[in-house]
């Protein structure tokens, strides 16, 4: 498994690309510039097939469309977001109109996800975890020591739960969860730096002690 990281949009979101044995990309998270996306795919010889998102929020979903536009990909999403990516009051696209650098566009779903899916890719298996919190959807995907976590979890910090779907008392119920992962991950977050588990267990004041 190989991972590559870009920075994008006016809130500066990561995503993620994934490459498997097989000459295939999978996306999580594009946040924006997805045609900018599927060229950086195609100039290493790769094809996108398909599209995970951790939850609904513009900043993750803003470049779902184009890349859509251009790839025969399937996009993934957890069943309690899908009313974020063609709402832009829920997806807060709305609220943050004026920092966003163009009109957001709205995405469609493929596949539906619930917690404890799997999602094969190649020689590579995406663990589906549901952590509501942020959002009413929003997941995080594990696989082979990394966990891709979304707004879930930061560095030492979480994410946000005053927005549409955010719930203080589900987000620490998923922290609880996420507590008891055994041993230790990467995890690629959703903005900013990414981090471990272990150091997460260790020193994010949100985790239960």
């Known amino acids: 498994m190989k991972i590559k990281q870009y920075v994008l949009g006016s809130v500066q979101t990561n995503c993620f690309v994934v490459y498997n044995d097989q000459n295939q990309a999978a996306i999580?998270?594009?946040?924006a510039n997805g045609a900018q996306i599927v060229e950086a795919v195609q100039k290493d010889g790769?094809?996108?097939t398909m599209v995970l998102l951790t939850h609904g929020h513009f900043d993750h979903i803003g470049g779902v469309h184009e890349i859509q536009e251009k790839t025969n990909c399937k996009v993934y999403i957890h069943e309690q977001d899908q009313e974020l990516l063609q709402d832009p009051s829920k997806n807060l696209s709305k609220l943050f109109q004026q920092v966003?650098?163009?009109?957001?566009?709205?995405a469609e779903a493929d596949?539906?996800?619930?917690?404890?899916?799997?999602?094969?890719?190649?020689?590579?298996t995406f663990h589906v975890m549901h952590t509501p919190g942020h959002s009413r959807g929003s997941c995080m995907y594990l696989t082979d020591g990394v966990i891709f976590s979304g707004d879930t979890i930061f560095k030492r910090?979480?994410?946000?739960?005053?927005?549409?779907?955010?719930?203080?008392?589900?987000?620490?119920k998923s922290l609880q969860r996420i507590a008891a992962?055994?041993?230790?991950?990467?995890i690629c977050t959703g903005h900013g730096e990414n981090t471990t588990l272990e150091?997460?267990?260790?020193?994010?004041?949100?985790?239960?002690r």
């Open 111 to 124: 596949v539906l996800l619930k917690d404890g899916d799997t999602i094969p890719f190649g020689e590579i």
């Open 157 to 172: 910090e979480i994410g946000r739960n005053d927005t549409y779907g955010g719930d203080p008392v589900a987000q620490q």
């Open 28 to 31: 999580i998270d594009p946040g």
């Open 199 to 208: 150091e997460e267990k260790k020193y994010n004041p949100y985790f239960p």
């Open 46 to 48: 790769k094809e996108i």
């Open 100 to 106: 966003i650098s163009k009109n957001f566009t709205s």
């Open 181 to 186: 992962i055994p041993g230790d991950s990467i």
